[in-house]
């Protein structure tokens, strides 16, 4: 038989072989926080999208309400902006002075059920509507139309990835 001092020894061994490491607690509820910060936020044509977009955390989905949101969009997180409706009609208007959506840095962003309209690249010569620098996007049933660049990419210019599916640019 073992003496009581073996037993505890093999004991503590075992306990440490199956115990997690002290940092694997803190990653699992790290990921969790992240998980849990994850939201879906309703955003309505009156309301800023802009704004929206900088008060959304890094994987929230902002859900667009049919109307039109104006002006330029500049993303730089991780974000999923998509139409509240399958075949809804939620425009997105650069008004024919800022780029529609300029997506910066190594992010991914999801657009869907979107039209995306009168960009122009202005200074910046590339990416009327749409202008990617880096990154991945996947442009999903969006249609993408009336889009002006200097020299390039008038409906869009896209540094990185892209995934694509249903899009109608005429």
């Known amino acids: 038989l073992p003496s009581m001092a073996q037993m ?6 075992l306990l440490a072989l ?8 803190g990653v699992a509820q ?7 910060r994850q939201a879906e936020i309703a955003v309505g044509p009156g309301a800023s999208l ?16 049919n109307g039109i949101y104006t002006g330029g969009l500049n993303i730089d997180k991780d974000i999923t902006i998509r139409a509240s ?16 959506i300029d997506i910066q840095g190594g ?12 960009g122009r690249a202005g200074a910046d010569p590339r ?8 990154g991945e996007v996947d442009i999903i049933s969006c249609t993408i139309t ?5 020299y390039d990419g008038g409906a869009a210019y896209i540094q990185g990835h892209t995934n694509s599916e249903n899009q109608y640019i005429p």
């Open 107 to 118: 992010n991914k962003v999801i657009l869907e059920g979107l039209t995306i309209t009168k």
């Open 85 to 100: 409706q399958s075949g809804g009609n939620v425009i997105l208007d650069g008004q024919n002075a800022y780029k529609t």
């Open 8 to 13: 505890a020894l093999n004991l503590s061994i």
């Open 30 to 36: 790290e990921k969790t926080a992240r998980a849990v």
């Open 18 to 25: 199956i115990a997690p490491a002290a940092g694997s607690v």
């Open 127 to 134: 990416g009327g509507n749409i202008k990617v620098r880096g």
């Open 146 to 150: 009336n889009g002006y660049g200097n």
């Open 50 to 65: 802009q704004g929206a977009v900088d008060a959304a955390s890094p994987g929230d989905t902002l859900i667009l309400a």
